[in-house]
């Protein structure tokens, strides 16, 4: 008798950081080019220690982890839920990594200009407009189509 397995999602972890000046922390991904510190939760490590150690390992930085501010559910394979939250610059310098070939602050205007993936460059807008509202948006890639937006209100 097969066993047919249900929906397997992978879970990321993301976060729009600030330093003291306001500027944001991107990295830049050999091949997606620049982007916030994001990555997959591993099996038995919650949200907020996944995203401590995605952003220090990606981008060198500890922070101090603020509100959820977006949820986004990739619909099209491979499916994946993406937790963001807001943080707040707390310790170490900006360094590439084995994830990323460069990280640094940028203004606001500098990290909206540079970040030029559709995904991205959304959940990059949609961080940046964060209102005290968590947003939920659900969206298919290849090509990119938002698909549902709602705000969600506590």
């Known amino acids: 008798m097969s066993e047919k397995l249900g929906p397997r999602h992978s879970v990321v972890v993301g976060c729009l950081v ?6 944001v922390l991107l990295i830049r991904h050999h ?8 990555g997959r939760v591993e099996e038995g490590e919650n949200l907020l220690e996944a995203l401590r150690r ?6 060198g930085v500890e922070i101090e982890i603020g509100p959820l501010a977006a949820i986004w559910s ?17 310790g ?43 947003c939920y948006r659900s969206y298919s890639v290849r090509p990119y189509r938002l ?8």
Request: zero cysteines; aromatic letters at 6%.
């Open 18 to 23: 600030r330093n003291v000046k306001g500027e």
């Open 31 to 38: 091949k997606r080019g620049w982007e916030m510190p994001q």
């Open 54 to 59: 995605e952003v220090l390992e990606e981008a």
């Open 74 to 90: 990739m619909v099209s394979l491979p499916p994946a839920i993406i937790f963001a939250f807001l943080g707040r610059h707390t």
């Open 92 to 134: 170490g310098e900006p360094a590439a990594s084995d994830d990323s070939v460069e990280a640094g602050w940028f203004s606001e205007a500098e990290a909206t200009a540079m970040v030029t993936g559709s995904v991205m460059r959304e959940r990059l807008a949609a961080l940046l407009q964060f209102n005290g509202t968590v």
């Open 147 to 154: 698909e549902l937006e709602r705000g969600l209100d506590g």
